[in-house]
Nanobody
Framework: QVQLVESGGGLVQAGGSLRLACAAS????????MGWFRQAPGKEREFVAR?????????YGYADSVKGRFTISRDNENTVYLQMNSLKPEDTATYYC??????????????????WGQGTQVIVSS
């Protein structure tokens, strides 16, 4: 069972940056597709970014609302990052990372993921 632990959330002014990290407990994590989602109070959890590795290539995807501002990446160990720049008040939410162990699922949907972290809160003040 993979355990995911997010960190890096906090309070930031609009226009600022934060980098979230998601550390996995298992080395097999490296072969999983990974995603970041967020959930604002009173709203459904929504897709933010994802990455997957197929053959020798890494594929990335972003929600339109964060494209050009957020970047998902993975290091050579067990950590996935979400670099968030030019933050806006509407980015305020709890951010969750997730791991997908199933090939061919919709990585923009929460249903495509098996393991979830506990979330880290991001608050962007105006």
């Amino acid at each position: 069972q993979v355990q995911l632990v997010e960190s890096g959330g906090g309070l930031v002014q609009a226009g600022g940056s934060l980098r979230l990290a998601c550390a996995a407990s298992d080395r097999t994590f490296r072969s999983y597709a990974m995603g970041w989602f967020r959930q604002a109070p009173g709203k459904e959890r929504e897709f933010v970014a994802r990455l997957s590795r197929i053959g020798g290539s890494t594929w990335y995807g972003y929600a339109d609302s964060v494209k050009g501002r957020f970047t998902i990446s993975r290091d050579n160990e067990n950590t996935v990052y979400l670099q968030m720049n030019s933050l806006k008040p509407e980015d305020t939410a709890t951010y969750y990372c997730a791991a997908s162990i199933t090939f061919g699922v919709d990585l923009r949907s929460t249903s495509g993921y098996t393991y979830w972290g506990q979330g880290t809160q991001v608050i962007v003040s105006s």
